[in-house]
């Protein structure tokens, strides 16, 4: 792993030398001590992200093994956005402020932290976009169920302390290959099972203000609160590398459901790069057509995501 023990003066070092855009990696960071992720401050966004449905909660009865899109109709949190992060402590729940990039003062956050990082990521990673930033308030002992996300995702500890458990982005074991074609194809995550002895070969990292992790598109993971009240921000964007893998699985879905047995995606490079050409020329010729007809296509190459839940 990098070695990250000089604190960094920048708000975010990803240890430019050490940086691989596909492996999981600790992270130092100053950015609890940015003003908008005061307390204060994080509850006034939270009552606006709210009016615009954009916050996701679940109350602390969720476990590892929930199914991660069903954990707030599976354990609800019935209380308000400001109720829940004023008295966060006493709130037994788990709370997540979507899109913040969508509000213009967090819009600032989110580009000055990627700023930061963008001309390491560029050098390895280039076609950074879809930019997006989280924030995660959580009761003690609250669960974050085992899942994945599409997204490249810097996760920075804020505010009080938690375990993270994160799985390699290529380990079939935690996630199979099919379950990551289903993913990529619908957002649908019904084959990520959580095992308990997947605990064994996950990456562990003891969060605390100024400590975090480079989570790479789809690595698997878990958080689990430690015994008091947290805050974690999470920063997040595609590349034109995300959205090829994306589009391959997406493709190796639809042949698996023609009762094919596709190769894993990067396991045949002369037969991954004509795929991806030719989907992308079909993708192409389809966006033009909708343009054509008068319908928005939404693009993975903007530069901030769209609100979406996730
Ligand atoms: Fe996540």
């Not at 999981?24 to 908008?36: A, G, K, N």
């Not at 109350?59 to 109709?73: E, H, K, L, M, V």
């Not at 920075?156 to 935690?174: C, E, F, H, S």
Request: proline share 7%; glycine share 4%; net charge positive.
């Amino acid at each position: 792993m990098a070695d990250t023990s000089d604190c960094p003066a920048r708000w975010l070092d990803v240890g430019a030398r050490q940086f691989d855009p596909w492996r999981v990696t600790p992270i130092r960071h100053r950015v609890h001590e940015h003003s908008l992720l005061a307390l204060n401050k994080v509850i006034a966004l939270g009552t606006r992200l709210e009016d615009r449905c954009q916050v996701r909660t679940h109350s602390d009865t969720a476990a590892a093994g929930t199914p991660f899109n069903d954990a707030p109709r599976l354990h609800p949190n019935r209380k308000t956005a400001v109720d829940t992060l004023s008295d966060i402590e006493h709130a037994a729940a788990w709370m997540s402020l979507l899109n913040i990039q969508t509000d213009p003062e967090y819009q600032s956050l989110v580009d000055t932290v990627l700023d930061d990082v963008k001309p390491t990521v560029e050098r390895l990673d280039p076609g950074m976009s879809y930019r997006a930033g989280w924030i995660f308030v959580t009761s003690p002992r609250a669960v974050t169920p085992f899942h994945m996300d599409k997204e490249h995702n810097f996760i920075l500890q804020i505010m009080g302390r938690k375990r993270l458990y994160v799985w390699q982005p290529d380990d079939t074991v935690a996630v199979s290959e099919a379950a990551r074609d289903l993913f990529h194809a619908r957002h649908n995550r019904d084959l990520i099972k959580w095992r308990d002895e997947l605990r064994e070969r996950a990456l562990v990292f003891d969060l605390e203000p100024g400590r975090g992790a480079y989570m790479p598109s789809t690595s698997p993971h878990l958080v689990e609160n430690g015994d008091g009240p947290s805050v974690t921000a999470s920063f997040t964007y595609y590349t034109d590398a995300t959205r090829r893998n994306s589009l391959l699985h997406a493709v190796n879905h639809r042949l698996r459901s023609a009762g094919l047995d596709p190769p894993p995606i990067g396991s045949r490079p002369m037969r991954d790069a004509p795929l991806y050409a030719g989907v992308r020329t079909v993708l192409g010729v389809k966006s033009l057509v909708r343009r054509a007809i008068g319908r928005q296509a939404v693009s993975p190459t903007a530069r901030y995501a769209m609100h979406q839940f996730s």
